[in-house]
């Protein structure tokens, strides 16, 4: 079938990408669907530092690709090996799928699935199919969901089914910043309401390890970053207290969980210098591969410090997602804060912009009811 896509044609390209476009969005064929595969109709799908690593070169992946991985719709069909899964359910895609059946599946959550990590390297879906064309040309599958489009076809592993009742763009941004972000809290932290809990960077996952702090009744939840206006943000979403990285240093401010977001080798110093003794700094950020970051060995050591990275907020998407969905039931998740704005797909490079300048928490396309 005849899809509008947002495929990524180069990586690397000048800024601004309002002007040098790497993104073209256009017709695109999908293919057919096989036998673990879902055909999804897209609703909602947010704009990442994911996807941005891509578009900036920071993360290679083939091209062309078409891009966006925090995503949710209506399935539209399935295929013949799927029996727990009927049309017309709503979910969220994830971007890591489980096969469930190697050694990193076995680690509940502490480690991404190997098969479903190869896949995502390669640009295909979970069994190494690809159901992207344009005329004679392949395009690559975005981390086995493709979501910047108006249809997917995304294994069944990479799909998790939530109540309708979940409005579409609150559940997109379940899939990744939420998993992410809130993962680093329930699934690593695991604070009491005594404990502290500081977050350095506050994008879409940052803010989404606040939200998850507060809805587990953390007293204490600092939130870090340079610009303000997010600091403002932070207070509103719960924050107890709001600093920059230079006032923190200054007034040796100190947490036991420290979760660094930002994916930057200064915000990464930054959480290491902030975490108490005896407490754990958690990275869930994604920097350049040839990002290196400065810290002094002794101080883990006299200090009983722990280092904890965290892919996915250490998640089991199938189990996390109707947990955030629950919280977000019950009132406890206002995940529907963290969206910034909502957009058309037409305007996705001017989206990376934004995000690139840190402008913008969660972007969110929003597709049509036709």
């Known amino acids: 079938m005849k899809i509008t896509g947002a495929v990524l044609e180069e990586s690397g390209r000048a800024r601004p990408f309002a002007t040098s476009r790497p ?87 502490r480690l991404p699935c190997s ?50 009742d979940i409005p579409p763009d609150v559940a997109a941004v379940l899939g990744c910043a939420v998993l992410t972000g809130g993962g680093a809290v329930l699934n690593v932290a695991k604070p009491a309401p005594s404990d502290s809990v500081m977050v350095v ?29 997010k600091l403002d943000q932070a207070t509103d979403l719960g924050a107890t207290e709001t600093y920059t ?47 290196r970051a400065s810290l002094s060995p002794l101080t883990i050591t006299a200090e009983a410090r722990t280092v904890v990275g965290s892919y996915l907020g250490s998640s089991v998407p199938s189990r996390d997602i109707p947990r955030y969905a629950q919280l977000w039931r019950d009132g406890k998740l206002p995940v529907e804060k963290l969206i910034s704005s909502r957009i058309e797909l037409g305007q996705i490079n001017e989206a990376m912009d934004l995000l690139a300048d840190g402008l913008a928490i969660r972007q969110v396309i929003v597709f049509g009811t036709a």
């Open 245 to 291: 990285p230079a006032q923190v240093e200054r007034l040796g401010i100190k947490a036991r969980y420290v979760i660094e977001c930002a994916g930057h080798p200064s915000a990464f110093e930054t959480a290491f210098t902030a975490t108490q003794s005896g407490g754990t700094t958690i990275t869930v950020g994604l920097p350049s591969p040839a990002a």
């Open 23 to 109: 993104i073209t969005v256009g017709d695109v064929e999908l293919g057919e669907l096989g036998p673990t595969e879902l055909l999804v109709k897209v609703e909602a799908a947010g704009v990442c530092h994911s996807d941005l690593s891509v578009v900036d070169g920071n993360r290679m992946r083939p091209t062309p690709m078409l891009l966006g991985h925090e995503a949710a719709g209506t399935v539209v069909a399935v295929g013949a090996a799927v029996t727990d899964v009927a049309q017309g359910q709503r979910v969220v895609m994830s971007f890591v799928p489980r096969c469930e059946h190697c050694e990193a599946c076995a680690e509940d959550g």
């Open 201 to 229: 960077g506050l994008g879409g996952v940052g803010m989404a390890a606040i939200i998850t702090a507060k809805a587990q009744g953390v007293e204490r939840v600092i939130a870090v970053d340079a610009i303000d206006a």
């Open 115 to 164: 098969a479903g990590t190869a896949a995502n390297n390669a640009g295909t879906l979970l069994h190494q199919s690809r159901r992207l064309r344009r005329g004679t040309e392949t395009v690559h599958h975005h981390l086995g969901v493709s979501g910047f489009a108006t249809h997917a076809v995304i294994d069944r592993a990479s799909a998790v089914c939530v109540g309708a």
